[in-house]
C-alpha cells in the first residue's frame, strides 16, 4: 500500500508519470467552455497545430463577467462578455461540439453526449462547479429550480447576473440577505466586494434596507473595517454562522445562531465539483474515506490520480498542497492551468520542450467606492525543498486606480479569445 506521502507526491506530479504520452496525431477532447477550457484549446492549437482538438460545451455562447459586482449596482462601466464557441473554434482551428455531456466511459475513451459519443486519446475536464442545496435540506429539484429563480446569489453561472440586477433594482428596502458559501468556493474575494458595493448602494442611494451577510468563513481582513465601521447603518454581519436549512415560503434562513428572516436574498450554498466528475469516479476522498467534493488531481500537472489519460482544470479541481489547501478558483487560475495541460500534451505529442508553468493568480478587487480603492491579490508558488508545494499571497494597496482591473481583464480575454 502507497504511504500518504506517496500518494500526495504522485497527485502532486512529482513522481514520474506512469506512461509517457504517445506520437502525434490523436485526438484531445476538453469539456467545458469557460476560462480553462478555452486556454486549452487555444493554446494547444499554438503549440501543437496538427493534433485533432474538440471542444465541447452545452451551450452555444461563452458567457464572463470578470467585473460584475461594480456593474450590479451602476458604478463603472463594464458589460458582460459574449461570444459564440462556433466562431471561436473556427477562428482558432478547433472543432466545437454543441451537446450536454452525459457520462464518460474512461474504459473505452469516450465521451457519451446528447448528440452523439466522441472518442479521445487525451481528456481535458473543465466542467465548473455545482451548488449543493442539500446541505440546506433543499432536496426536491423543483424546489431547487424556484429557489435559484428567486433568489440565486449568480455565482453558478454569469448568465444569472442580469436577473439578479433586475432583483436588486427592484429592491425598495427591507432585509436584504447574503449567504456566503464555506471555503473553498469561486471567487474568495468576490462575495465581500459584493457586499461593499451593495452597502455604498443602499447608503448612497438612501435605500432603508439592511445587507444581513451570513458567512461560515472569516472575513477577509481587507473589507473588515469598511464593512464594519464606514457601512454599520447598513450592514449586519453574522460570523461563522452555517445555514441550516432554508424555508422559502417562510422567506427564513435557519442557521446554527437564529433564524433570519429575509425580504430579498442572494443565497449562495456550498460548491462542490460539477456533476460529470462524480459520475467519472474523479472525486478526492479524504483518508475516512469520505468525499471532498472536489476533484483528485496532480497539484502541478493537474492529471487526475485515477486515470493519466484525464486532466482536470479550473474550478473544479481539488487539494493542491496540505499546506494551503486548494488553489484560489479564479479565471486567472483556470486560464494559466489550461496553458500547462496544453503544454503537457503538446510536448508528448510533438517531441518539443516547453518552459514549464506554475499556477498564479492576480485579480483586483474595489476595496473602497468613495474614495475609489482598489486591492490587488496575487498568488505566486513555488515548491519547498522535500516536495510539498507552498503558496504565497500578496496584497497590494491600488489607491488612485486607473483602470487595472479593466486592463487585466482585456489581457486575459485576449489569451484564449483572440489570437
Request: glycine share 8%.
Amino acid at each position: 500500500m502507497k504511504s500518504g506521502r506517496r500518494q500526495f507526491l504522485l497527485a502532486a506530479g512529482l513522481l514520474p508519470l506512469v506512461r509517457p504520452l504517445r506520437a502525434a496525431g490523436e485526438r484531445v477532447v476538453i469539456v467545458g467552455g469557460g476560462w480553462g477550457g478555452l486556454s486549452a484549446a487555444s493554446h494547444l492549437r499554438r503549440l501543437a497545430p496538427d493534433i485533432e482538438v474538440t471542444l465541447v460545451d452545452r451551450l452555444p455562447t461563452f458567457t464572463s463577467f470578470a467585473l460584475s459586482n461594480r456593474w450590479l449596482v451602476d458604478h463603472g462601466n463594464s458589460s458582460i462578455v459574449r461570444h459564440d464557441y462556433a466562431a471561436l473554434a473556427a477562428t482558432w482551428g478547433y472543432r466545437f461540439v454543441q451537446a450536454s455531456v452525459d457520462s464518460i466511459d474512461r474504459a473505452q475513451r469516450t465521451v457519451n453526449t446528447a448528440s452523439g459519443r466522441l472518442a479521445y486519446d487525451w481528456l481535458v475536464l473543465a466542467p465548473g462547479i455545482r451548488e449543493n442545496y442539500a446541505a440546506w435540506q433543499v432536496n426536491d429539484p423543483q424546489a431547487v429550480a424556484e429557489l435559484r429563480q428567486r433568489h440565486s446569489g449568480a455565482m453558478l453561472n454569469a448568465a444569472d447576473l442580469p436577473a439578479l440586477k433586475k432583483r436588486l433594482a427592484a429592491f425598495k428596502g427591507g432585509d436584504l440577505l447574503m449567504t456566503v458559501p464555506p471555503a473553498p468556493y469561486r471567487c474568495p474575494p468576490a462575495p465581500y466586494e459584493r457586499a461593499m458595493l451593495i452597502a455604498w448602494w443602499l447608503k448612497t442611494q438612501k435605500i432603508p434596507g439592511k445587507l444581513v451577510i451570513i458567512d461560515p468563513n472569516p472575513m477577509m481582513p481587507a473589507f473588515k473595517s469598511i464593512l464594519l465601521d464606514r457601512f454599520k447603518a447598513q450592514v449586519t454581519y453574522l460570523d461563522h454562522a452555517k445555514v441550516r436549512q432554508v424555508d422559502l415560503a417562510r422567506k427564513t434562513v435557519m442557521t446554527d445562531i437564529d433564524d433570519i428572516r429575509f425580504d430579498e436574498a442572494l443565497l449562495s450554498p456550498p460548491q462542490e465539483a460539477a456533476d460529470l466528475l462524480w459520475q467519472a469516479g474523479l472525486i478526492r476522498h479524504d483518508e475516512g474515506g469520505r468525499s471532498t467534493g472536489w476533484a483528485d488531481q496532480g497539484a502541478l500537472d493537474f492529471r487526475s490520480v485515477a486515470d493519466e489519460r484525464v486532466f482536470i482544470i479550473g474550478d473544479a479541481a481539488g487539494l493542491a498542497s496540505p499546506l494551503f489547501g486548494h488553489y484560489p478558483k479564479t479565471g486567472h487560475v483556470a486560464n494559466r492551468m489550461g496553458a500547462i495541460v496544453a503544454r503537457q500534451i503538446a510536448a508528448g505529442l510533438t517531441g518539443k520542450a516547453f518552459p514549464a508553468l506554475l499556477p498564479e493568480s492576480v485579480c483586483h478587487v474595489v476595496s473602497s467606492v468613495e474614495p475609489l480603492e482598489y486591492i490587488r491579490l496575487e498568488a505566486s508558488y513555488r515548491q519547498r525543498g522535500d516536495g510539498f508545494l507552498m503558496q504565497q499571497v500578496k496584497q497590494v494597496r491600488e489607491p488612485n486606480p486607473a483602470g487595472e482591473d479593466a486592463a487585466w481583464a482585456e489581457a486575459m480575454y485576449r489569451d484564449f479569445l483572440r489570437p
